[in-house]
């Protein structure tokens, strides 16, 4: 059993600690929250001489770059600006803004950074179209195509991205080209909350089970000793009691006497030796019939009555000799 606590201790440890500091970090997140549990982080100006700024595949690169955003329960905003006021923000199917945009010259998000103060946003440059069409042909506005489309703002949740690749196109309203954005992203995740506090609790209650499985005192073991009725003053001698359920009463005051214990005798031919006690002091044995306490009793052969005088008197008659020839 106690190697058993140790080893249910120790996974109870390496499964709580680890929950624990989950928990933790999860909780120094929420601390940047603002009061309605929403994050908010702002992107670097985003330039290019194109006619819009394209996010080709919008789940890979959450999937990539902030896993956290594709949970259940989350959804997200995106403000965007130029310097003439509220830009385009529509979210369409990555192939339909493909066969849109192949004429015109755009420029590709290829990596959105993870940083302390504006998260840097990395681009493919523009490719200069041959012979790029006016500005109102390109016109965002009123296209059927867009799953959802906003003008300054554009909300979407997490289970809007599955099942399909979709694209983030972010333009001015006129489609002319020459953009520059000013970009900001918030997130709304229900889920952090319940997490952190859940993954907190769970560390600390296992953990505290380790603790006390791994720091409990082992209980004392308790030995049964079987032996035979004869061995029982012995073994209370030994263990310094005076009996053992009563099988071996005798008067406290009086030295505990020590019984004949076993022999183990040698079997075989020649002379017979007494070995060693196997439970205590060996007795006095007799090795002759002369070292008994009291005689043998032999049994005492009959009285037979005899007479010395010769001849003897009363003697039967021989039987006469037979001649031979």
């Known amino acids: 059993m106690r190697f058993v606590r140790v080893i249910t201790g120790m996974l109870l440890l390496v499964i709580g600690i680890p929950a624990l500091f989950a928990g933790g970090g999860l909780w120094l997140v929420t601390r940047h929250a603002d009061p309605g549990g929403t994050f908010t982080a702002r992107f670097e100006t985003v330039r290019t001489p194109g006619h819009a700024v394209v996010v080709t595949d919008l789940d890979r690169l959450l999937r990539r770059e902030a896993p956290f955003a594709r949970g259940a ?65 390109l016109t965002p506005l009123g296209r059927p195509f867009w799953v959802r489309e906003g003008i300054g703002t554009l909300k979407w949740s997490a289970d809007e991205l599955s099942g399909e690749s979709m694209s983030l196109v972010v333009m001015r309203p006129d489609g002319r080209a020459d953009l520059s954005l000013d970009l ?6 229900g889920w952090v909350g319940p997490v952190t ?11 505290a089970c380790a603790v006390l499985l791994l720091l409990r005192p082992p209980r004392p073991r308790e030995v049964v000793f079987v032996v035979e009725p004869d061995q029982v003053p012995v073994l209370a001698g030994r263990l310094g009691v005076t009996s053992l359920s009563g099988l071996s009463a005798r008067d406290p005051g009086a030295a505990p006497p020590l019984p004949a214990a076993r022999q183990l005798a040698p079997v075989g031919s020649g002379a017979a030796e007494w070995s060693r006690s196997a439970t205590g002091a060996e007795p006095i044995r007799p090795v002759t019939l002369a070292d008994l306490d009291a005689p043998a009793r032999l049994p005492r052969p009959p009285e037979v009555a005899l007479s010395l005088a010769w001849p003897p008197t009363g003697g039967e008659p021989t039987a006469r000799p037979v001649p031979t020839d």
């Open 73 to 137: 329960q989350t959804r997200l905003r995106l403000d965007a600006r130029t310097p003439d006021g509220a830009a385009f923000v529509g979210l369409a199917p990555t192939a339909e803004v493909r066969r849109w945009l192949e004429s015109v010259p755009y420029a590709s998000v290829r990596r959105v950074a993870l940083a302390r103060g504006p998260l840097p946003v990395r681009t493919d440059p523009a490719v200069p179209a041959a012979a790029p069409p006016a500005g109102a042909a």
């Open 184 to 189: 900001r992203a918030e997130l709304s995740a």
């Open 197 to 207: 506090w859940g993954l907190l609790a769970v560390g600390v209650l296992l953990v």
